[in-house]
């Protein structure tokens, strides 16, 4: 069982900068695949952008290439996600995921089996 926890999320103006983080803890061993997901309220979901736990494999959604970046902490079980340059259409909640099966080239939700609460990003114009 892992254990997932988002912090860093707030209210920034448009062009504003935020780093988000994800504690984990539990047996975050067993996780081959990291990732952040976002969703918008009445919208689907969707994949930002993934790495494999140790490195690696990193994938961005198209609509974040250039002003997201994922990275990792292996030695303090934190993933963060660096989101520059933000839009009013980044307005969503941020949740970390884990799964433990490699990093699928399209990543889904069903990939991940465990899910933090959550970190609320607002951007205004």
């Known amino acids: 069982q892992v254990q997932l926890v988002e912090s860093g999320g707030g209210s920034v103006q448009a062009g504003g900068s935020l780093r988000l983080s994800c504690s984990a803890s539990?047996?975050?061993?067993?996780?081959?695949?990291l990732a952040w997901f976002r969703q918008a309220p009445g919208k689907e979901r969707e994949a930002v952008a993934t790495?494999?736990?140790?490195?690696?494999?990193?994938y961005y959604a198209d609509s974040v290439k250039g002003r997201f970046a994922i990275s990792q902490d292996n030695a303090k079980n934190t993933l963060y996600l660096q989101v520059n340059s933000l839009k009013p259409e980044d307005t969503a909640m941020y949740y970390c995921?884990?799964?433990?099966?490699?990093?699928?080239?399209?990543?889904?939700?069903?990939?991940?089996?465990?899910w933090g609460q959550g970190t609320q990003v607002t951007v205004s114009s």
């Open positions: 995921a884990a799964g433990s099966l490699p990093c699928p080239a399209s990543p889904v939700t069903t990939a991940y089996t465990d």
């Open positions: 539990g047996s975050i061993y067993s996780r081959f695949c």
């Open positions: 790495i494999t736990r140790g490195g690696g494999g990193i």
